[in-house]
Nanobody, 117 residues
Framework: VQLQASGGGLVQAGGSLGLSCTAS????????MAWFRQAPGQERELIAA????????YYADSVKGRFTISRDNAKNTMYLQMNSLEPKDTAVYYC???????????WGKGTLVTVSS
């Protein structure tokens, strides 16, 4: 199983960036997918999640209204559109695939997002 996150980079405050996470080796539609981030010196935090069955996504208060999570089961890919970026959004962003029914949980290696002021 592999989760490959991409799309990170350097952006100015107020700008936008899109992340992708492509999964292989698993049945993507069976997995809840999520984005986490970890800023320097801080714990990893859940910022957005998409259930395998659909429905309303989850967003942390810190990103609500600015970030949008989506998924394309046909492409085995999850996305995170980040708008109105702020320096406090600077972190390594990780994608996660979780299937409680199977007891499996997978992580990507992360992609760095740096927002300059």
């Amino acid at each position: 199983v592999q989760l490959q996150a991409s799309g990170g980079g350097l952006v100015q405050a107020g700008g936008s960036l899109g992340l992708s996470c492509t999964a292989s080796g698993l049945t993507f539609r069976n997995y809840h997918m999520a984005w986490f981030r970890q800023a320097p010196g801080q714990e990893r935090e859940l910022i957005a999640a998409s259930r395998r069955s659909g429905g309303q996504p989850y967003y942390a208060d810190s990103v609500k209204g600015r970030f949008t999570i989506s998924r394309d089961n046909a492409k085995n890919t999850m996305y995170l559109q980040m708008n109105s970026l702020e320096p406090k959004d600077t972190a390594v962003y990780y994608c996660n695939a979780n299937a409680p029914l199977f007891g499996t949980d997978y992580w990507g290696k992360g992609t760095l997002v740096t927002v300059s002021s």
